[in-house]
């Protein structure tokens, strides 16, 4: 397992953007054979992946409820993953956590495939 901390979290109106960011703890040759990913979870509700990207891979993955909103992306020179939100709903509402696992998987946004897992970070979206 790796140590992920999130940031980034906070509070915004309907519309607007935040940034998150998860520092990995991994070593660089190991981050290219990573899946790392962006889980959220709203109170009453399952956790929801949002966006993962594998390694060094350009094609990144997302829920059709953040698609087109969200953007995931990878600094390897800062060991940190980024998730930008940007026309953030109300919906978004959510404890977002930053995920990690070695290896591919076929199904990058289903929470069980990854074994290492952030704090989390609040994102909240007021009208």
């Known amino acids: 397992q790796v140590q992920l901390v999130e940031s980034g979290g906070g509070s915004v109106q309907a519309g607007g953007s935040l940034r998150l960011s998860c520092v990995n703890s991994?070593?660089?040759?190991?981050?290219?054979?990573?899946?790392m990913a962006w889980f959220r979870q709203a109170p009453g509700k399952e956790r929801e992946g949002v966006a993962a990207v594998y390694g060094l891979d350009i094609i990144p993955y997302y829920s059709d409820s953040v698609k087109g909103r969200f953007s995931i992306s990878q600094d390897s020179a800062k060991n940190t993953l980024y998730l930008q939100m940007n026309s953030l709903e109300l919906e978004d509402t959510a404890m977002y956590y930053c995920?990690?696992?070695?290896?591919?998987?076929?199904?990058?946004?289903?929470?069980?495939?990854?074994?290492?897992w952030g704090q989390g970070t609040q994102v909240t979206v007021s009208s």
């Open positions: 991994a070593y660089t040759y190991s981050r290219m054979y990573m899946g």
């Open positions: 995920a990690a696992r070695l290896g591919r998987t076929a199904a990058p946004l289903r929470s069980s495939e990854y074994n290492s």
